[in-house]
């Protein structure tokens, strides 16, 4: 299977990006990196008093990341992201040209019982709402998949390998 320069496994907190992203690197056989730890100890703060990030605290976040993209161009890997919005990606993508989202997607009652079970992690089920409010889920014209997050880790990276698999090559 081809492997695209960079893959960002995104959707709001919650979907599994996280566990989903370094199986779907381990499948791909490129590095992993994690998201959450290109944010600045600001934004970790506010999100865990409950505040939602507003753009301003983003842009710094998405342009480690796209910094992170365009070091693997060629090598290849996959990151978490939740780059809920077209400009988030469209940002993303200036960075590093080429990147493939998959966007992890699922029924709200699912992935608010995920939230409510997951340990040590800053992102309280509060924002969740503000999430799924500021999500703008992928366009036909960009290049990615959306992946049920329904069943187990393996069942949803195998859905995503098999979506990946499936789009045209990068012209």
Do not use: C
Not at 73 to 84: C, F, P, Q
Not at 98 to 114: A, M, S
Not at 160 to 165: E, F, I, K, P
């Amino acid at each position: 299977m081809r492997t695209p320069q960079v893959v960002v496994v995104m959707g709001v907190a919650g979907t599994g990006k996280t566990t989903i992203g370094p199986l779907l690197a381990a499948r791909l056989g490129v590095p992993y990196a994690e998201g959450d730890d290109f944010h600045p100890p600001a934004n970790i703060a506010k999100m865990s008093a409950g505040t939602p990030l507003d753009d301003a605290d983003r842009w710094p976040w998405l342009d480690a990341i796209g910094h992170w993209a365009h070091g693997r161009a060629g090598l290849g890997g996959v990151v978490s992201s939740s780059a809920l919005k077209r400009s988030y990606r469209d940002r993303l993508r200036a960075a590093a040209p080429g990147i493939v989202f998959v966007h992890l997607t699922g029924d709200r009652k699912l992935i608010e019982d995920r939230m409510g079970h997951r340990r040590g992690h800053f992102m309280p089920t509060a924002l969740l709402d503000s999430q799924f409010a500021t999500l703008q889920p992928l366009e036909p014209d960009e290049a990615g998949v959306a992946v049920d997050v329904s069943g187990g880790p393996e069942e949803i990276t195998e859905r995503a390998v098999r979506a990946l698999a499936a789009l045209p090559a990068a012209a």
